[in-house]
């Protein structure tokens, strides 16, 4: 009336629940079936107390919309059921209402609450026990037998077969829960799996390419700054050294990314690289950074433990990263890679380089070197850290320490 817009949940809440197309058809086909017995008198015996036969009608009529409750509301429809049975035995019992009220007791169990669930089969037991005793008491005849197992197949039969379909079909659902739940567990390690390799992938193209490709920019803007033939040779040298092997290293990882079977063709990937390549590496370092006034120089105990092979690699790819990062920002002076192992057999990498406020890197960087770093640290349950080391920030200093046992293959 005022224009606004209706509530759903206050139409849903006034909207009376609609019943179940099949307990329309329950209820209509017990209505009609106990018509027609009642129209050819065929009661279940006379009726009790001087009540006139036509109740059993009202019993029949009131059984039948308790079969329309039974999905929507068994309880109010065991509560409706209770009363019209009672009646209906008083006034000379249909056979129909008694069929539609085991139905109601069935429904009850089986779609009603679960407290109700659990207590209904029981109720039935002691109901069945009290009024087999009453008959007992007042009605001395062995037909009080009969009565009694007739009382049972109406209440105790349809409440435990309502128990027992109701824990199926809950164990069914729970099994299908536990299996959405297993599926979806399924799916987030996949998920985690895939980016964990992603994130190793990028680490090792990271590592691998960005030396070689700083080497190149930083040699390709001095031959192309310096007017001298000399120079200029010795820098494009240099670019096709850094390509050629910053070739071999990504035709390594394209290797191991297609698990190549190793062979004797010669066309497995290399190996892994290990601490032995440390001086490769300070090698290659000293020739790319002649030209910007750095030198390099490695101290390493002779008789260093050999670590495992994930803490060996780590360490040699934080060299070679921080080696990358010095010949992008250090200042010229002295690059010092210093290798340690305490007496808890913890490896400790350390790299100081000379560094000051320079108005932009030697080459260009995406920032990832840092992060790498921490991630392979953290991956091993090391510690990393990197910043300026003194006060006055002259020295930038790199330390890795990471856990590296000895390998028993190795005693």
């Not at 606004?4 to 197309?21: C, E, F, K, N, S």
């Not at 390509?243 to 190549?260: T, W």
């Not at 790299?351 to 070197?369: C, E, H, L, T, W």
Request: aromatic content about 4%; glycine content about 10%.
């Amino acid at each position: 009336m005022d224009g606004g817009v209706p509530d759903p949940t206050a139409r849903i809440l006034a909207a009376p629940l609609r019943p179940h197309r099949l307990d329309v058809l329950v209820a209509g086909g017990g209505l009609l079936c106990g018509l027609l017995l009642w129209t050819l008198r065929l009661h279940g015996g006379p009726p009790q107390f001087g009540l006139p036969a036509w109740l059993t009608l009202v019993s029949l009529t009131a059984m039948s919309g308790a079969e329309l409750l039974r999905r929507t509301a068994p309880l109010a429809a065991l509560a409706v059921a209770l009363p019209a049975l009672a009646l209906d035995i008083c006034s000379g019992t249909l056979i129909a209402t008694v069929l539609m009220f085991t139905d109601v007791v069935y429904a009850a169990v089986l779609y009603g609450p679960p407290v109700a669930a659990r207590r209904i089969p029981l109720y039935c037991v002691l109901a069945t026990f009290l009024a087999t005793v009453v008959l007992a008491a007042l009605w001395h005849d062995p037909q009080v037998v009969i009565f009694s197992i007739a009382i049972a197949l109406g209440t105790i039969a349809p409440a435990w077969t309502g128990a027992i379909i109701r824990n199926h079909r809950d164990a069914a659902q729970a099994a299908r829960l536990r299996a959405e739940q297993t599926a979806l567990l399924a799916e987030m390690d996949r998920t985690q799996a895939v980016a964990g390799e992603r994130a190793r992938m990028a680490r090792e193209l990271h590592d691998l390419v960005a030396g070689h490709l700083s080497a190149i920019a930083i040699h390709a803007t001095a031959a192309q700054t310096i007017d001298d033939p000399a120079a200029t040779r010795e820098a494009l040298g240099v670019i096709r050294e850094n390509s050629v092997q910053g070739l071999a290293e990504m035709r390594r990882l394209i290797g191991l990314l297609r698990k190549a079977k190793a062979g004797g063709d010669g066309d497995e990937p290399a190996a892994t690289p290990t601490l032995d390549g440390l001086e490769a590496l300070l090698d290659r370092a000293r020739a790319n950074g002649a030209a910007s006034g750095l030198s390099f120089l490695l101290e390493a105990p002779r008789s260093l433990p050999k670590p495992v092979a994930p803490v060996e690699l780590a360490a040699y790819r934080i060299v070679q990263e921080s080696l990358t990062n010095a010949l992008k920002h250090a200042a010229p002076g002295e690059v010092l890679v210093r290798l340690a192992q305490d007496g808890g057999g913890a490896l400790t990498v350390t790299v100081r380089s000379p560094y000051d406020d320079r108005p932009g890197p030697r080459a260009p960087g995406s920032g990832a070197g840092l992060t790498g770093m921490r991630e392979r640290i953290a991956l091993l349950g090391g510690e990393f850290e990197a910043g300026p080391e003194s006060a006055d920030g002259t020295v930038w200093l790199v330390r890795a320490a990471l856990p590296a046992p000895e390998e028993e293959a190795h005693r």
